[in-house]
Structures are given as C-alpha cells and as structure tokens.
T-cell receptor, first 112, second 110 residues
Framework: KQEVTQIPAALSVPEGENLVLNCSFT??????LQWFRQDPGKGLTSLLL?????REQTSGRLNASLDKSSGRSTLYIAASQPGDSATYLC???????????FGKGTKLTVNP | ETGVTQSPTHLIKTRGQQVTLRCSSQ?????VSWYQQALGQGPQFIFQ???????GRGNFPPRFSGLQFPNYSSELNVNALELDDSALYLC?????????FGEGSWLTVV
C-alpha cells in the first residue's frame, strides 16, 4: 500500500528565505508526482507535475525534483514571500491507477 | 478558476441523516474523482467515475455512493451519517494528466 510522508509538518520562515519541502513515498512504481497548494478552507491548486520519467520541473520560483528510485521528491521555493503562506501537499499517482495518494501536507508560514 | 464548481459550500447535518453533494466539471472532462479531507489530514480517495461508470474505489464503506451524469456533473451521496464523516469533500475532474479541484463542500455532522 502506497504511503506518502511529508516533512516537516509545519515550517515558519522570514520573508526572502529559500526553503525546501520534502516528500517521500514507499512504492516507487508511480506514474507521476504532483505538488499542490491549499489555502485555508479552500480547494487544491496544482503547482507542478513531474512524470515518472522526469527528474525535475520548474515554474517561476518553484522547482520540484523527483528521485523515483529512492522514493523522494523535494519542492524548492526561492525568495519566499508572505503570499506563499499555505499548506503544500505532495501526491503520487500509482501506475495503472488515476487516484492520487496524498501526504498530510506541510503548513508554510512566511513572515513579513 | 478551475472550472470545477461544488455545492453546497457548507452544510450541517445530524447523525443518521443522508447528504448529497454536487459537482459540475468542465465539458470534455470524462473522469471525476471525489476525496474526503479531514481537518489536518491529506485528502483521501473515495471513488472515481469515468463516463458514468465507477472506475475505482478507495477504502470507504458502501454508504458512500456516487453518480456521474452525461452533462459532466456528478454527485456524492452519503447515507447514515456518522460524526467522523465531518470533513471537506473535494471533487476533481481531469483531462489527461491535468487535474482540477473544486473549492470543496464542508460537511459538519452533529
């Protein structure tokens, strides 16, 4: 059974810092991995999608990497801003399935 | 704007009652999935529909059921509500690798 773990559970940083969020998964037979952002009481917004054959994806100040063999992904946020404050969720899609298996998320607070 | 709308946004039900949550997705998105997100947890997969047929189910009891309609709308029905059913219910539609989530329906069972 696939399990996704995110560390840390919460993170508080001053504005301008670069930061890394970690995600690990137990079964490397994934189809893809996605990072989502969730604002309080809201739905999920897809940030980055990495196919199993890819190593990384970039969008603006965000960079996500994938090491499928070791079951790890990182989300790097450069020059953090207060508007980045949210919960970041990592999810994997298992090969042969379209369901997303989520971690519990990392709650990020960027202080002005 | 994801093009996925859910209703109602908030509702309160009494234990033992039944609830229907609705979702409207974009034209052409043949796959719709429902997730339950308890407070402080990641979303948990309930089930998925593809072209009006159930196409996968998570570890949820039969009192959780769904329907998908030809007009790209769908429903999640929960019978015999329990206190632990209190959660945010998220609908997601997909086309290829791109998945779009709605804002969710907050259900409180008292």
């Amino acid at each position: 059974k696939q399990e996704v773990t995110q560390i840390p559970a919460a993170l508080s940083v001053p504005e301008g810092e670069n930061l890394v969020l970690n995600c690990s998964f137990t079964d490397s037979a994934i189809y893809n991995l996605q990072w989502f952002r969730q604002d309080p009481g809201k739905g999920l917004t897809s940030l980055l999608l990495i196919q199993s054959s890819q190593r990384e994806q970039t969008s603006g100040r965000l960079n996500a990497s994938l090491d499928k063999s070791s079951g790890r992904s990182t989300l790097y946020i450069a020059a953090s801003q207060p508007g980045d404050s949210a919960t970041y969720l990592c999810a994997v899609v298992q090969g042969g399935s379209e369901k997303l298996v989520f971690g519990k998320g990392t709650k990020l607070t960027v202080n002005p | 704007e994801t093009g996925v709308t859910q209703s109602p946004t908030h509702l309160i039900k009494t234990r033992g009652q039944q609830v229907t949550l609705r979702c409207s997705s974009q034209s052409g998105h043949n796959t719709v999935s429902w997730y339950q997100q308890a407070l402080g947890q990641g979303p948990q997969f309930i089930f998925q529909y593809y072209r009006e047929e159930e196409n996968g189910r998570g570890n949820f009891p039969p009192r959780f059921s769904g329907l998908q309609f030809p007009n790209y709308s769908s429903e999640l029905n929960v019978n015999a509500l329990e206190l632990d059913d209190s959660a945010l219910y998220l609908c997601a539609s997909s086309s290829g690798n791109t998945i779009y989530f709605g804002e969710g329906s907050w259900l409180t069972v008292v």
